[in-house]
């Protein structure tokens, strides 16, 4: 980088030390390379005209050319507001300010024509335009090439009138300086073999697009190289640990294993239960230390494929810890593999928050002298003062609830060797964030559901079927079916006007006399809500009312019903996640979503998704369109060690493979990039670390 483009943004023409102070405040632009990395987030095609009398009230923005015919001021100071009456050859409109009002009668004059640049909307079935962006026709525009780039600017920024236009204005000035003083990033190699535009000019168009075409390149070559370099990062990680961390060797497949798909198996594997289990005993038996993610969605078995995973181990003479999110599922897990494993003589213990503790004192005993082979429990796990004695795998359950410095506590249980180490998810993630959050994981993918299994019938109900939702509830539990109600909120919320669970519990007490009915929720203790729990899992209750402590993991078979309330309150891998509480039995299963006839599109588009569609998969891939991947849930804790300036991991996903597999073929080539020519990406490489996140702190 050159020393020019690190300068103090206040020595910019035009910016100066107050407009400086906001640009860093606001935006993080300290310098001038900060600016020149400030990318636009839209580009608006300026050869455009519109007449007055075609705008409609949904149009997005446009340009009008024309001139103010007079100016009115209503109003008295704050809520004071100026009108122009702006008129083209086709009609009149206004242009109305409610801010910066001094300003604009200042310098805005009537009579002069102007280029009018908004967004319309209709008032009072009068067409305006409210804070337009206001040019002299005449004025030359220096930014204007065929598209305009548009930059995000914050509200305070846009009181001291540093709008995207000021913005522009300033790219516009550091670009006459930048001449001949950026230097490439990416070796010259890679740059010819892929055909890239050389980095001066991509960020050049990027800022100034000449043709749409040239935009085209100047995109993928910015957004390839952000990328390029994220995965160059994670693979050349990945290969540094796998380098330096010998991984215990599971070679045998013996007694526990054996005995167990003979004897005690209660159905067929599925072809892809088979296939994931392949793909670890190979990993286990490799010499390295398994580093896996195992994703299924809801209801694939898993929890069988940990089981055989944690048999190898025995069967090599290893402990194995599995951590579960809740104690409802730490005591589930607990419960499902003990009888499963019944008579197969392992020793098996739990523990959580609530374990006794005398009860402890044997467990950590038994661990020190290696007689308890297998430890189920929640995050007291690694809180508590646990040693194994010979630790050969974890497997973390349900992995979004917990963060990666939690996952590493685990990691670091054995002094020497760690230990081979099983992620499962049920939160389907997309693919493209699958390789960048968890990019230096192996994947595995249950992508088959057990057989026999009707899929689960998804509909939308509006408040006014409720009725119909009673009568279909009634008809479920006389043919000796559960349901789950689920609602959104503890407390109520006058605001948001959602219903809480408790209302929910007293009206449905009141619809429903002769049931009986559950109820949990989060503030319950750990020890009330497993009692609650257990009584509908052994079918003595016949609705459970909740919130979404259900959400995960809990398995009931014989319940067939799923009904969400407000589910338009509700993200959608939640929403998927809660259905996937059903359709575990042999029956025909359902999940009702009700909501109020007021909903956002945006929630209409999830509830259409669920109704549509029950993969996992494509569900995640609509949720991160919807919500963009830095909300998705769980990424967050994942400790995504970047932040992309230009790229998009919703839409770039093409891109990343493209860079992904690039980084990968290098690496292969130079795995510890000692040639001439890539000392520049080790050069890049570093300075990426020294202002990240530190990924090598996760393993
Ligand atoms: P998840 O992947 O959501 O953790 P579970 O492991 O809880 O799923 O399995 C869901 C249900 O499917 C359980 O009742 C389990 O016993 C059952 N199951 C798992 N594997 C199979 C299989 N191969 N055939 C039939 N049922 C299975
Ligand atoms: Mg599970």
Redesign the pocket.
Known sequence: MSEFLDQDIKFLPGVGPQRAEMLKKELKIFTFNDLLYYFPYKYIDRTKFYRISEITGNMPYIQLKGSIVRFETTGEGARQRLIAHFRDESGVMELLWFQGVKWVKENVKAGVEYIVFGKPSIFNGKVNIVHPELEPAENKQVSVGVFQAYYNTSEKMKQKFMTSKALNKFQFNLSALIEGKIFETLPPSLISKLKLMPLPVALRQVHFPENPNLLKNALFRLKFEELFYIQLRILSLKHNREGSFKGFVFSKVGYNLNTFFSNHL?????NA?KKVVKEIRKDMGSGKQMNRLLQ?????????VALMTALIAFDNGFQVSLMAPTEILANQHYN?IKKMTDGLGINIALLTGSTKKAKRTIIHEQLEDGSLQLLIGTHALIEDKVNFQKLGLVIV?EQHRFGVAQRAKLWKKNEFTPPHVLV?T?TPIPRTLAMTVYGDLDVSV?DEL???RKPIQTLHYYENRRKQVYDFIREQVTVGRQIYIVYPLIKESEKLDLKNVENGYDLLKQVFPRYSISMVHGKMKPAEKDAEMQLFKEGKTQIMVATTVIEV?V?V?NASVMIIESSERFGLSQLHQLR?RVG?GAEQSYCLLMSSYKISNESRKRLETMVRTNDGFEIAEVDMQLRGPGDLEGTQQSGIGFTLKIANLGRDGEILQHARNQASDLLDEDPKLQKQENQILVYHLLKMKNTEFNWSSIS
């Open positions: 209660p159905f067929e594997l599925t239960q299924g969605d809801v209801g694939s078995g898993k929890t069988l499902s359950d499962m049920a249950i057990p057989p026999g993991g398995d078979p996937g575990r």
